[in-house]
Structures are given as structure tokens and as C-alpha cells.
């Protein structure tokens, strides 16, 4: 009974249903336009789950924490607040697992909100499906809020969010009010200090909603100290017998009355006060006219009460009153205001009350309009539904049928987990084999390949068992057409059908980064002088460049030691000028990633050209191109020798020297919690005397679905690389990573001989991938290369391809085991 106010406001404050406008919601930043704020609205029907609001988690690396703001425009007494994540219908799969919430009354003095018990964090969603409630514990009276996702790195976060209760009429926007004292009955020690009072000029215990029991040593909160409800002080430190408080409100009002919640315990000197005298002010000056009330002290019931004290519709936009001692202790738990006809709190208000009738014709024929209005809304809006209701129902209806369609045709597919794909494609003449035009035609940009899995025996229960992702990703596989370049051979190609916001794990770890001066600057593009085309990437075009006086350009610390050469050398990585906006901004993902990097073994990003177009990066120029052709010339190097008959110059421990290398580097990614997610030999570039450095981040920031590289058309995935778990659930972690680091040092132990599996089809691959999931030892492992010892194969490859991705090997255990093998 006595939390009445705080259990029945908790009313949705319209993201939901949209009364809260879009420009209303703003965030710190944003992944992409299709994760901007206005999508951070929670979603009870769940609807398709798509849209979200998702930071940018570089910008987080700046120092930014990210948030979602909201703004109500007026206060508001916020009760509850919900959230959810992303799921896309089974694409995506983010979430914030724990978050914080900043408010603020004014946008610009900002609270950080925290429970009874001090605690900031608040835990959120477990999956990116259901909606997650959480009372707030003291309740906030804000106009802004924020939602602040707490991460651990190792996920990125979407967030949509309700806020819950009612506005706040009362107007009350601070009071400031003596420190409550401490009493110490019968050796106990009792403490009635304003707990949650939440700023300099705050507000805190007297206006949470909560009002203290008749004995004050209990709380109706569970589990709080004693005394905790009330905010009390003693008559002792008062010399001139009354405790004087000021109460600050968001503009003159007219004030009716005010409630005081009083405990009233005398048997323990707690007694409410004997006189009340409020002074008003709406201008400078205080009025000198007072309004004073001297209730009945009431010397028979201990029940603790709400004292009203009438405040004869005085205006003011400030109060201060005057409460005088009648006994030893006064003890306030609530105050609440009523001014002109707003009445916040109806249930502290009496219903006799003769301020509030409304007893005016005007008003009466006002609502008779209002009503007349409301009721041709109603009817218009339920025609609205009625017809878009119908037209989901046609919908459903011919999705239905193509469902059933395919599981009808599945069903004369091979029982198991078996692909063909030119039987799945053949029916409907389309030209494309790709499993997923067969699914759903009706949506030819988004696909949803966890219907698909569904469909497949096996996979009818794991899907639960995966959880949101996007399991059936494998089974959309459409083979790779023309010969493609040899990097492109290595990765398969998904006939558009990536939500890449399950592969979408790129893990930063801010408190690494920050303080890394990563700013990076700006190079006059004409002191670029074009030597050769290096290579060519998705992005466009890599070329061998001179640039004139970069040495000096270099601070200190991004000189390249040892390297006074002038005009220096360097590779300028330049964006096709055709590229799309989301390829412009991942470029320049990418180069923010990149400036934060500082390691030996990964290559360093010296300057920029982004002024103006086309933009470019420039790195350090490794002599020796990608490790995958260094390799692949060696070996044909040493066929050549053999042929020859000469000595091999190439020994089994240069080739562990460099694997110790990209193990090294990845150390470093690893205590950064970066996940590169397309480690390869194709992405280490090899400098003089074997040198190796990791490249290409440009996995790392394909974050999601907009921003998703598409070749043709098709996103594409380095499938051969992949561990079981990123391919099947989309996580991408340092153990998928760790995976990629196996089939890398096969790669490099058999010299890039060939691709890894190339006896499997990429279909084959992923029903292998779908056997590591099952567990049933019929999975396929890369052999053990000829010149591999048998130790390094089944105590380091194989760990790094074990299925429980917690019991591979940390890049830290592998780098001193490589090393170890060296000796
Ligand atoms: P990317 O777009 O990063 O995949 O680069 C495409 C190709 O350009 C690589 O496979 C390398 O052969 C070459 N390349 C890229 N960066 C460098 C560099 N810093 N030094 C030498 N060659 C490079």
C-alpha cells in the first residue's frame, strides 16, 4: 500500500507506440544509418526485430561512452525501463548484456543513476529476442534519459529501449534540505540521511514514491537498513527549533498544497512537526507574506501520515518552509506538491478535495468535442488496421505456401545434412543455384537462412539449441562461379545473404586503445609519386608510392626505425572511386582501426589522404608482397633447386620463425580483444629478412547488414578459415581467430601448396563445419603438412580446431610453444 504512487505509474512513455518522437531520440553514434537512434524503440510484438540502435564502437575508443538518449520533454517520474536487442528474425543476434542509465532534468547537469545499494549496472538482456523489464530502484524524475551498454568487448551491442511511468505534474525540479542526522536507538545504529539524494541540487528519498512504515526501523524495501525510508534530524542541532527546506520548481506555478509524509513514532521522540511556514517566490525576492500552518500534533496514534498543509494558491516557482520540531526527532519520508489543477498523485489526493472540482460548462461541451473527435479517430484507425491486418494475412498466406514448397522439396532431398545444390536450384528455371532465391523470392535483398536449417532434419532442434544466429548460413552457400582471383577462391561467396551482424564480433578493448594517440595525419597527396601496382583488394587498388619527405612527416614514434631513406617507400592503399557510402565508411573504419595498431608484427598505418577523393591509406611498403605468393614462389623455389639438385635453402624452422611472428601479433590483437577475423597467409605481408606483419583489418569492421561487402552482389566469407561456430552461429571470437591461426600455420607448412580442403567443394566444407557441430567424429581435419613434426600437428594445429572453442590454446600459449619448437 505504501509504494501506491510507484505501482500504478509505470505507463510506456511512447517509443513503443511513437509518441515519442524521432527527434526525440538521439544517440552518441551510430554503426549505420539502418542502426541510427530513431530504431532504438523496444518492440513487444516483436515484429520482424529488425532495426535496433547500435553504436559505433570505434567511436568508443575516443572516449565517447556510448549512449541512446531519450527525450521526454517534460519530466516525467520514471518507474521502469525495458530493453531488447537485435534479432533481425534469426539474423542478428546483439544485445547488451549489461548497461547504465544517465538522466538529467535540465540536458545539461547529468545524473548517473545507481539502485538503493549503489549499484550502477544494471543487468540487461540474456538473447536478443525478449524484452527485459527492470523497475527502477529509486525510481528517477528526468526529462532525459540515457542507455548506456556496458560491453565486455567481445560483442557488439544494439539496444532497443521503453521507458515506463507517468508525468511529473508535481513540477518539483530540486530541494535542498539539512543532512539528515544519525540515531543510534537502543545501540543500534539508525541512519535517516537522504540515500539517494541525486545531485547538488537534486532531489532523492522525498519524492521516490516510497513512504516509510510507522516504524521507522522497518523499511518496505527488502533489506534495508533501518531507518532507510525516512530522511530525519534531530531537534538537538536546530537551535532555532525548525528545519528549513527550499523547493525549486520548473516555472511559477499555482500551489494548491503541499503533503508531508511524517513518522509519528513519540514513544521513540519521533513526532511529526507542530507548525509549517512556507514562504513564497516567483521573482527575486522572497514574499514577505508567509503561509503557516499549525496542525494538531497528534499524541495518541503512532501511525505514520500524510499532513497536508493548504498553500492558498500562492504563486511561485520557488518554496521554502519552515518545519518545526515537536519532539525530539522529525522524520519526512515524502513530500509532494499540488499546484493549480494539476494533481500528479491521485492517490494522495482526497477525493473531497474542493480545489479540484471541475465544475465549468465550457469544459464540459470541450470534452463532448473531444470525445465526438476521438471516437472518428478510433474508426478511422480501426479501418487502417483492419486493411494492413488482411494484407499480412495474404502475406503469411503465400509465404506460407513457398515454405511448404521447399519442404516438400527438401524432403526429396537427402535426409541428412547433404546439399545439392543444382537440385535445389533447378526448380523455377532460375539461372542462379543459390539455395536462397528458392526460399524467398518475396524479399530478394534480405534472406533468412535459419528457416532454412530449420527445415533440415538435424538442424530442426539445434536451431533452438543455436540460439538467434543465423545457423543455415553454411546451407545458402551458392558455389563460387568463374575462376575467381586466388583470394577470392579462398573465401566462398553467399549469394546475398549475410546479416553480417552475426558476423559482427569485433572485439575492442577501449581502455587499451584510449590514450593511444591515434590521430592520424593528413599527407599532401602530391608528394605521392606512383611506382607499381602492388596487388588490388576490395577496395580498390594497392600501389607502390614514393613519398617525398614522409620521414619528416613521422613524429617520433611512427618513424619507421632504421629506414632514413628518402624519398621513402610505401604502399598507398586508394578506394575505387565508385565506391558506395558504406565502403567509404569502412574504409575509414578500417583506417581507425588501423591507427590504433602498434605492434611489430602488424602493419603500421603511417598516414592518410581523406580531404578529398579518392581516399587513401598509406602503409608501410613490405618488399615482399602477401605471404601466401612469398610461399608459393619459395616453392617453386625449391622445386627448381631440387630439380637442380642443390641444398634447400628453406628450413622447417624459417617457416615456424614466421608463424612465431603472426602468433606474435596476434598476441597483441588478443590482449587488445581484437578479433581480425580473416586471419590468413593471404592477409600477412612479408617485409626484408622474412619479417612478417599482419594486414588487412577489413573483416574486423564489416559490421552489418548495410554495411556488408558485396562483390557482385555477393557478401563474401573466408569459409576455409572459419571455425564451426563462426560459420554456424556467426560468433567471431579470439578462438575463431585461434582457428584461422591453425589453418594459417598449415597454409605456411605446406608452402600455400594448395587451398586448405581442396578436396572439398565449399558445400563439402560446410557439411563439414555441420559435422564439428554434431560432434560424431565423422569431421574432416586438415592433414598434418609432410614437414610437420607429429607433436606440433596434434598438440598445436588440431588444439586449435577443437570444437569447445574455451579449450583452444590463447595466441599467448601458442606463441611460447612455437618458440618452444624452435630450440
Ligand atoms: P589488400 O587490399 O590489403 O588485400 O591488398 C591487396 C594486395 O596488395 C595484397 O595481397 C598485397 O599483395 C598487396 N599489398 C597490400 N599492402 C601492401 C604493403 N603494405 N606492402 C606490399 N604489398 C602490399
Not at 547433404?418 to 536450384?425: A, T
Request: glycine letters at 6%; one cysteine or more; charged letters at 25%.
Amino acid at each position: 500500500m505504501l509504494r501506491v504512487f510507484v505501482e500504478i505509474c509505470r505507463y510506456p512513455l511512447g517509443m513503443t507506440g511513437g509518441q515519442i518522437q524521432d527527434e526525440d531520440i538521439s544517440a552518441s553514434s551510430q554503426w549505420s544509418e539502418s542502426t541510427a537512434a530513431r530504431f532504438g524503440r523496444l518492440d513487444f510484438d516483436n515484429g520482424d526485430g529488425d532495426g535496433a540502435w547500435c553504436p559505433d564502437i570505434m567511436s568508443e575508443l575516443d572516449g565517447v561512452k556510448e549512449y541512446l538518449q531519450v527525450d521526454l520533454r517534460t519530466l516525467h517520474f520514471i518507474t521502469l525501463v525495458g530493453t531488447q536487442g537485435r534479432h533481425a528474425d534469426g539474423m542478428g543476434n546483439e544485445f547488451a548484456q549489461r548497461y547504465m542509465i544517465k538522466y538529467s532534468r535540465d540536458g545539461s547537469n547529468w545524473v548517473g543513476w545507481h539502485d538503493r545499494k549503489g549499484r550502477q549496472v544494471i543487468e540487461g538482456n540474456r538473447n536478443a529476442y525478449d524484452v527485459v523489464l527492470k523497475d527502477l530502484e529509486p525510481p528517477i524524475i528526468a526529462r532525459f534519459v540515457r542507455f548506456m551498454p556496458v560491453t565486455d568487448h567481445s560483442m557488439i551491442v544494439c539496444m532497443r529501449v521503453e521507458l515506463y511511468g507517468c508525468e511529473w505534474l508535481d513540477g518539483l525540479v530540486s530541494y535542498s534540505i539539512p543532512d539528515g542526522h544519525q540515531m543510534i536507538y537502543r545501540g543500534l545504529d539508525v541512519y535517516f540521511n537522504d540515500s539517494v539524494y541525486d545531485g547538488a541540487s537534486g532531489l532523492g528519498q522525498l519524492t521516490d514514491g516510497t513512504w516509510g512504515l510507522d516504524d521507522f526501523l522497518h523499511s518496505p524495501i527488502y533489506s534495508m537498513s533501518p531507518g532507510y525510508d525516512y530522511v530525519g534530524w534531530s531537534n538537538k542541532s536546530f537551535p532555532k527549533g525548525y528545519v528549513e527546506m527550499i523547493f525549486e520548481f520548473d516555472h511559477v506555478r499555482n500551489f494548491t498544497s503541499m503533503k508531508v509524509h511524517c513518522n509519528n513514532m513519540f514513544s521513540r521522540g519521533v513526532r511529526m512537526f507542530r507548525q509549517a511556514t512556507c514562504y513564497f517566490r516567483s521573482g527575486p525576492d522572497w514574499e514577505a507574506d508567509p503561509v503557516t500552518l499549525r496542525p494538531t500534533v497528534d499524541r495518541v496514534s503512532q501511525i505514520a501520515r500524510f499532513v497536508t498543509v493548504p498553500l492558498g494558491d500562492r504563486t511561485a516557482s520557488l518554496i521554502k518552509c519552515r518545519f518545526h520540531f515537536s519532539d525530539l526527532w522529525m522524520l519526512f519520508s515524502e513530500v509532494a506538491f499540488q499546484s493549480g489543477s494539476a494533481v500528479y498523485n491521485t492517490s494522495l489526493t482526497p477525493r473531497d478535495d474542493p480545489t479540484h472540482k471541475v465544475d465549468d460548462s465550457n469544459t464540459r461541451i470541450l470534452i463532448g468535442c473531444l470525445v465526438a473527435i476521438i471516437a472518428i479517430l478510433l474508426t478511422i484507425i480501426v479501418i487502417i488496421l483492419w486493411r494492413q491486418v488482411w494484407q499480412k494475412m495474404l502475406e503469411k498466406a503465400s509465404r506460407r505456401m513457398l515454405d511448404d514448397e521447399l519442404t516438400a522439396h527438401l524432403a526429396i532431398q537427402t535426409q541428412a545434412f547433404s546439399l545439392n545444390h543444382s537440385s535445389l536450384s533447378s526448380e523455377g528455371g532460375s539461372t542462379s543455384n543459390s539455395t536462397y532465391e528458392r526460399i524467398f523470392p518475396l524479399c530478394a535483398d534480405y534472406q533468412e537462412p535459419s528457416r532454412l536449417i530449420r527445415k533440415l532434419p538435424e538442424f530442426a532442434q539445434s536451431t533452438e539449441h543455436l540460439g538467434s544466429c543465423t545457423s543455415s548460413r553454411a546451407l545458402a552457400v551458392g558455389a563460387s562461379d568463374s575462376a575467381p582471383h586466388y583470394a577470392e577462391a579462398d573465401i566462398i561467396s553467399l549469394q546475398e545473404s549475410s546479416d553480417s551482424s552475426t558476423y559482427s564480433i569485433t572485439a575492442v578493448n577501449m581502455n587499451l586503445f584510449a590514450g593511444t594517440d591515434s590521430s592520424m595525419k593528413e599527407f599532401p597527396r602530391h608528394k605521392l609519386t606512383f611506382k607499381e601496382k602492388l596487388g588490388e583488394g576490395q577496395f580498390g587498388e594497392v600501389h607502390l608510392c614514393e613519398a617525398e619527405g614522409m620521414q619528416d612527416f613521422l613524429d617520433e614514434v611512427l618513424s619507421i626505425e632504421g629506414n632514413n631513406e628518402s624519398p621513402l617507400l610505401v604502399a598507398v592503399k586508394t578506394l575505387r572511386e565508385d565506391a558506395n557510402k558504406n565502403a567509404r565508411n569502412d574504409f575509414l573504419k578500417e583506417i581507425r582501426i588501423m591507427s590504433r595498431l602498434r605492434d611489430p608484427n602488424i602493419v603500421r598505418l603511417l598516414a592518410v589522404c581523406v580531404d578529398t577523393d579518392p581516399l587513401c591509406m598509406i602503409t608501410e611498403y613490405m618488399e615482399n608482397g602477401d605471404l601466401n605468393q612469398f610461399l608459393c614462389i619459395l616453392r617453386l623455389k625449391e622445386i627448381t633447386l631440387f630439380f637442380f639438385s642443390v641444398y634447400s635453402t628453406l628450413s622447417y624452422s624459417k617457416l615456424i620463425e614466421m608463424a612465431v611472428q603472426i602468433a606474435s601479433g596476434m598476441k597483441y590483437l588478443s590482449s587488445l580483444n581484437f578479433v581480425h577475423r580473416d586471419l590468413a597467409t593471404r592477409n600477412c605481408l612479408v617485409g626484408k629478412n622474412y619479417t612478417i606483419k599482419i594486414a588487412d583489418f577489413g573483416m574486423s569492421r564489416n559490421l552489418y547488414r548495410g554495411d556488408y561487402y558485396r562483390i557482385q552482389g555477393r557478401a563474401i566469407l573466408p569459409i576455409r578459415w572459419m571455425s564451426w561456430e563462426s560459420i554456424l552461429l556467426g560468433k567471431f571470437t579470439m578462438a575463431s581467430d585461434v582457428w584461422a591461426f591453425g589453418v594459417t600455420l598449415w597454409e605456411i607448412l605446406t608452402l600455400c601448396k594448395e587451398q586448405p580442403y581442396s578436396h572439398l567443394s565449399d558445400e563439402q566444407v560446410i557439411e563439414n563445419t555441420g559435422e564439428f557441430f554434431r560432434d560424431q567424429g565423422k569431421q574432416v581435419y586438415l592433414p598434418k603438412p609432410p614437414c610437420c613434426p607429429e607433436r606440433v600437428y596434434t598438440d598445436l594445429m588440431l588444439s586449435c580446431w577443437r570444437r569447445n572453442a574455451k579449450q583452444r590454446p590463447s595466441f599467448q600459449e601458442m606463441h611460447t610453444q612455437l618458440m618452444e619448437s624452435l630450440v
